[in-house]
């Protein structure tokens, strides 16, 4: 028999990038479970998409893989752990943010404001503009973004200087990109997450 799972995005599909999820949409997910597995997919961390999708995510789903996959549940419990720290090790993280930071200071754009990386379990979160700013701050460089191209610029730079790390780029939402390693699997049931691989359907 033929295994079904629906993979959800938060951000920019279930709901407006760092929204709740509406009622309808909620319900529309409880209905398809009767008919399939369901997972959610985000690039925040688990705190974050609780707060879009409900405090209750972990059970309401039947996965959910949060950081690009990089921490995965099923069945409310807990599958799977990458951790950024120890795929490269305090001396390389140390020169990775240390580069970002500098990268972050030099650029010419509107406003800056802060938190510029937020570091998460497995993964890290960049933000040009910075993580503080308003809605509306982060409408209008999202705009500014488009035409400038700023964090692909910023992402190719870091993809030539840190080539050996062993890093993935994923460009998402308004203000931000992540940044998190890069797992090969060889299994023919693995469910690829944005470059990392939880085998999920196992």
């Known amino acids: 028999m ?4 629906a993979l959800f995005d938060v951000d920019g599909t279930l709901t407006v990038p760092r929204k709740t999820a509406s009622l309808q949409t909620l319900d529309f997910l ?3 479970r009767k008919v399939v597995k369901v997972g959610i997919v985000g690039g925040s961390d688990l705190v974050k998409i609780q707060e879009q ?7 309401a789903y039947d996965y959910v893989f949060s950081e690009n996959g990089l921490v995965a549940h099923k069945g409310g419990e807990l599958l799977a752990v990458q951790s950024l720290k120890t795929h490269l090790g305090e001396d390389k993280l140390k020169r990775f943010i240390a580069f970002v930071l500098h990268y972050i200071a030099d650029l010419d754009i509107p406003i800056k404001r802060g938190t510029f990386i937020e570091f998460r379990n497995g993964m890290l979160n960049v933000s040009p503009i910075g993580r503080n700013c308003s809605q509306e701050e982060r409408d209008a460089f999202e705009v500014f973004d488009k035409e400038a191209g700023v964090r692909p610029k910023m992402v190719e730079v870091l993809k030539k200087e840190f080539a050996e790390y062993g890093l993935t780029y994923s460009i998402g ?3 931000s990109f992540d940044v998190f390693p890069q797992v090969r699997c060889s299994s023919s ?3 690829p997450l944005r470059g990392s691989c939880k085998r999920a359907a196992c």
């Open 2 to 5: 033929k295994r079904i799972l």
């Open 30 to 32: 409880q209905e398809l």
């Open 53 to 59: 999708l409900g405090d209750n995510v972990l059970t």
């Open 173 to 175: 939402g308004q203000i």
């Open 189 to 191: 049931t693995c469910i």
